[in-house]
């Protein structure tokens, strides 16, 4: 079962393992069938959803909120994770005539209010910004963060790709909770750029997004994957388990405890990422994982 932690000292409890709905839109399922994939993400113990404003070309949440109507029973059982901070030209939104990053407070603050109407649901548990916006004012965004929680709007904020250095300043005006940046085997920039250190000394909890480098980790043919394909299959045959659940541990195992989204429809892969939870690598196996992603021995 997928285990639950409190993401930050005063943040909210969270499932380790967040179902991702990204490609939601492109899953074509039937709204009955979208009640029958939460169901079985609960049954599994995730009971965190990540969404965000743009996915899907504006429709993500509306499918979400469609599912909610058709089973409102399940909405008390998650916690809604959305983004916003990205405009890009759309039919949804004809207004918008360019791809542009906006993170004032008018923005944020219609952005989470439409999220609400989109979702069906009175709250957004956690919001975060999208992408570190060139010409973010810190004091301005935690304004609109301040508007959003004393409406009862939304109950924490986070952000999403952040540097360290954009963290902490965002993070001086006004509690986050969360940062959301991609790691996966062949992308272990956060580990050290300083964004999980930073996490750990601050206790947050960081997310981590495209866990399994979108597919890659198995179907590239480069050096580097061909190593590390040929790493995970010796120690997900060790263990007994899958290599997709292999390299998913590797991430488990890092002191910050990030938690980690799916990205699939598949049931089948949801249960493979939860069994990670339970996937007890060694400090051999993963030094032997590391030294197969940058094929290079420890200094």
Not at 117 to 135: N, V, Y
Not at 204 to 215: C, K, R
Request: proline share 5%; glycine share 6%; with cysteine.
């Amino acid at each position: 079962m997928s285990t639950r932690l409190q993401i930050a000292p005063k943040g909210p409890e969270f499932s380790r393992i967040v179902l991702g709905l990204w490609r939601l839109s492109a899953w074509q399922m039937s709204p009955a069938e979208r009640v029958q994939f939460l169901h079985a993400a609960l049954d599994l113990g995730i009971t965190t959803i990540d969404q965000a404003d743009i996915y899907g070309d504006y429709t993500s949440e509306l499918l979400l909120g469609e599912t909610f109507a058709l089973a409102p029973e399940l909405r008390s059982r998650f916690q809604i994770v959305t983004k916003c901070g990205i405009q890009f030209p759309s039919t949804q939104r004809p207004h918008q005539q360019a791809h542009i990053y906006n993170t004032s407070a008018a923005h944020i603050i219609a952005s989470a209010e439409n999220s609400l109407r989109s979702m069906r649901i009175e709250k957004i548990d956690l919001l975060l910004i999208h992408r570190p916006d060139p010409l973010m004012n810190a004091d301005e965004i935690a304004e609109a963060f301040s508007q959003l929680q004393r409406a009862g709007k939304v109950s924490y904020f986070g952000v999403s790709n952040f540097s360290p250095a954009q963290f902490e300043m965002l993070a001086s005006r006004f509690p986050l909770v969360t940062n959301q940046v991609e790691c996966s085997l062949l992308h272990q920039v956060p580990i050290y750029d300083g964004s999980f250190d930073l996490c750990q000394r601050l206790r947050v909890v960081p997310m981590v997004w495209s866990a399994l480098a979108g597919g890659r980790l198995f179907s590239d043919q480069t050096p580097q994957s061909q190593r590390l394909q040929t790493c995970l299959s010796g120690i997900a045959e060790e263990l007994g388990v899958s290599v997709s659940c292999v390299a998913i541990a590797w991430i488990l195992h890092l002191p910050s405890q990030p938690m980690v989204l799916t990205g699939s429809s598949r049931v089948k892969v949801l249960v493979e990422t939860v069994q990670a939870l339970d996937c007890q690598l060694s400090r051999d196996q993963w030094f032997d994982l590391w030294r197969a992603a940058t094929g290079a021995e420890l200094p």
